[in-house]
């Protein structure tokens, strides 16, 4: 799995860097995971300031295009993103998958 940078815009409002990528893969598309691990070490962040909005496969291609959103700290992307968003790109820690499970 490589990704490709196309376009990076920094937003002082939201202290935030927007990314649009293509991530080019052999197989299956890629996990929504292992995209935010990747664009985490190519960008020079952390896992918890990436928030990946969206993914977007076309049928019998091998590429994947998206739009993620790093964030300068972790405080600051549950402050401005959605509840939704945050649930799907920062995993429940295993003590509390447990207790709800």
């Known amino acids: 799995m490589e990704i490709k940078v196309i376009e990076e815009k920094e937003n002082p409002i939201l202290n935030r860097r927007e990314v649009k990528f293509v991530?080019?893969?052999?197989?299956?598309?890629p996990s929504r995971k292992s995209v935010i691990d990747k664009i985490a070490a190519t960008m020079n962040s952390k896992v918890g300031?990436?928030?990946v909005d969206s993914l977007r496969s076309e049928f019998g291609k091998r590429e994947t295009v998206?739009?993620?959103?790093?964030?300068?700290?972790?405080?600051?992307?549950?402050?401005?993103e959605r509840a939704y968003v945050?649930?799907?790109?920062?995993?429940?820690?295993?003590?509390?998958?447990e207790e709800s499970g």
């Not at 998206?66 to 401005?80: D, P, T």
């Open 23 to 29: 991530v080019e893969h052999d197989g299956p598309t």
């Open 49 to 51: 300031q990436v928030m």
């Open 66 to 80: 998206g739009y993620a959103k790093i964030y300068e700290s972790e405080e600051r992307a549950k402050e401005v």
């Open 86 to 97: 945050i649930a799907r790109n920062v995993p429940a820690p295993a003590a509390e998958a």
